[in-house]
């Protein structure tokens, strides 16, 4: 893709993973097998088409373009949408949102729904069918969440694995259960977070797709300067990436003072050789 479009697409576990992420500017990014879209920090096009939108924190590069999304889609005559935002966030943006319905004059309609770390939710049909939401705490320095997308599906039990079909049909006749249910993490996207949720949490480094800020990339802003401000630094992922066992690990957040091409260069030299090949370097 031209090194200067705003969208940014990337096919990768099943998912398409498309929008923009730039550290401190803007991030949004939808996945349109799911139905979600994570963060609204700006509303770029395509994100409109979005019911469910899954919001880490309230910083305005990740949830400034919510009014615009909730006004445009009432002009659409779109359903209200659903924006799911740490539960710390849920009042003052609803003061926000009236506030905004009050300058437009209109009777702006939202769902807005406000979670705890540790929170799990269907997130219905269609799309997403079988799959869950589930928000972890990450640490940033308001508060925040990372959000996992999981699918349940159903599997033969290992013992009746191998039987032909209609035996398995008689047993089911029978009342025999012969079915597991599965749950397999899908995606998980960190939102703004330091290095400790990718260190805390099994789930997220067992996700099939793992989307996990990088904002520094060299020493020209080090660890602890990165830390300070909430983020996660190459340094400290590289360190810790032998630990992730999914398929892959899509860096995002960069902050613009580097390049997508010098971002590339670096993931290729820096990361192990058992993790290189699953790292992607996403967003122009
Ligand atoms: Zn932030």
Request: proline share 5%; charged share 25%; hydrophobic share 40%.
């Amino acid at each position: 893709m031209h090194e200067f479009a705003v969208l940014d697409e990337l096919k990768v576990g099943g998912l398409t993973l498309r929008g923009i992420t730039r550290g401190g500017v803007e991030t949004c990014l939808m996945v349109p097998e799911l139905g979600v879209m994570f963060d609204v920090g700006m509303c770029p096009p395509g994100a409109l088409k979005f019911d469910t939108i899954l919001v880490s924190h309230g910083h305005a590069d990740h949830l400034g373009g919510v009014g615009y999304l909730v006004s445009q889609r009432q002009l659409m005559r779109a359903p209200p949408p659903a924006i799911h935002v740490p539960q710390e966030v849920h009042e003052p943006l609803t003061r926000i949102l009236r506030g905004w319905a009050e300058i437009e004059g209109f009777d702006l309609q939202w769902q807005l729904h406000g979670h705890a770390p540790g929170e799990r939710f269907s997130l219905g049909g269609g799309l997403a069918r079988g799959c869950a939401a589930h928000c972890l705490r990450t640490t940033h320095r308001v508060p925040s969440l990372g959000w996992i997308v999981e699918r349940t599906t159903s599997r033969l039990k290992p013992e009746y694995v191998g039987l032909p079909g209609p035996e398995i049909a008689a047993l089911r006749r029978s009342g025999a259960d012969v079915l597991d249910a599965h749950t397999e993490p899908l995606i998980c996207v960190t939102g703004d977070t330091q290095i400790e949720f990718f260190q805390q949490h099994e789930l997220v480094r067992r996700c099939r797709v793992l989307v996990h800020e990088v904002t520094s990339w060299t020493a020209e802003r080090d660890v602890a300067q990165t830390r300070r401000w909430g983020h996660t630094h190459l340094d400290e992922l590289v360190a810790e990436s032998e630990r992730f066992t999914g398929e892959a690990l899509v860096l995002v957040h960069r902050s613009m003072r580097h390049s997508r091409a010098e971002a590339e260069r670096l993931a290729r030299e820096r990361f192990p050789a058992g993790v290189r090949d699953r790292v992607v370097v996403f967003g122009n």
